[in-house]
């Protein structure tokens, strides 16, 4: 079956600091791949995501690529703030899935000025 | 605005009784689907809905019970049955029955027994 493998936290950085959090995937078909972000107390909202191999997603300063062949999709940012601190969640839709995403376990990113 | 609506925010539940969590979209979507995230864990799949009056169980089903009589809503009974049911409780929607598209989700139910 389908499953996504985050990089465990929670990661704690400085204002300004560069950010990286893995993801990597196992899938049948051809996914979709999705970051999402979950502020305190509410719902996950859309980070960016990438529909095809070699596709990059962005947003906000945050980046990720579509690796097939190394089968990851890591996060970045070149200059985290202080509101950026979040739980991040890499996911998957498969098209052989039909109706299920499957969700890492998350990531909690704190970041101290 | 378009979007996803959950109430109550917050919920609390004596042991053994039934309580029903209210999920509601006016975005058009065919896609709706129940989640239950825990702390420091993921989203577990309870049900999803691809069309109206069809439904199929997540992986965590059990002790649970959904309907889909409109599009735009897709409540969620949490029951007796269900032995650990304090969580936040996360509702979203998409536009693509294959699964395929972002979901859109709602602010979420905190649920408490007591």
């Known amino acids: 079956g389908n499953s996504v493998t985050q990089m465990e936290g929670p990661v704690t950085l400085s204002e300004e600091a560069f950010l990286t959090i893995n993801c990597t995937y196992t899938a049948t078909g051809y996914p979709s791949l999705f970051w999402y972000v979950q502020y305190p107390g509410e719902g996950l909202q859309l980070l960016l995501k990438?529909?095809?191999?070699?596709d990059k997603g962005s947003n906000k300063g945050f980046e990720a690529t579509y690796r097939k062949e190394t089968t990851s999709f890591h996060l970045e940012k070149g200059s985290v703030q202080v509101s950026d601190s979040a739980v991040y969640f890499c996911a998957l839709n498969s098209n052989t899935n039909a109706g299920k995403s499957t969700f890492g376990d998350g990531t909690t990113l704190t970041v101290k000025p | 605005d378009g979007g996803i609506t959950q109430s109550p925010k917050y919920l609390f539940r004596k042991e053994g009784q039934n309580v029903t969590l209210s999920c509601e979209q006016n975005l058009n979507h065919d896609a709706m689907y129940w989640y239950r995230q825990d702390p420091g864990q993921g989203l577990r799949l309870i049900y999803y809905s691809q069309i109206v009056n069809d439904f199929q169980k997540g992986d965590i089903a059990e002790g649970y019970s959904v309907s889909r009589e409109k599009k735009e809503s897709f409540p969620l009974t949490v029951t007796s049955a269900q032995k650990n049911p304090t969580a936040f409780y996360l509702c979203?929607?998409?536009?693509?029955?294959?699964?395929?598209?972002?979901?859109?989700f709602g602010p979420g139910t905190r649920l408490t027994v007591l």
């Open positions: 979203a929607s998409s536009i693509d029955r294959g699964g395929t598209d972002t979901q859109y």
């Open positions: 990438a529909t095809k191999a070699d």
